[in-house]
């Protein structure tokens, strides 16, 4: 948002939102904590907690394929898989991850 735009906007009790830079009422903007001066409108803030979503989803995805990479390397180094019991249910297993 240029100052142009700020100084126009603030005279009218409105101001634009600092992500899509669409000006609307002051009441209708969220302030961010730390930095009060800025306003984001409901539309990009439900855009950003979508985005926020989408990325712990994928930090998760990647924890738990580590760990599953990580019981495979043990259950191999110790021979689980070839266990008589235990070997055809680990394999199953193996089979059904989706990674
Ligand atoms: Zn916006």
Excluded: K
Excluded at 19 to 33: F, N
Excluded at 72 to 95: F, K, T
Aim: charged share 20%; proline share 4%.
């Amino acid at each position: 948002m240029s100052a142009e735009t700020e100084t126009a906007v603030g005279e009218t009790g409105e101001s634009g939102c600092w992500c899509c830079g669409r000006i609307t009422s002051e009441d209708a903007l969220v302030h961010l904590g730390n930095h009060p001066e800025v306003g984001i409108c409901v539309n990009c803030v439900h855009f950003l907690g979508r985005r926020a979503r989408d990325y712990q989803a994928t930090v998760m995805r990647q924890r738990l394929r580590g760990a599953a990479e990580s019981v495979r390397g043990e259950v191999m180094a110790r021979g689980w898989h070839r266990h008589p019991v235990a070997g055809p249910v680990l394999r199953w297993i193996n089979q059904h991850l989706p990674w």
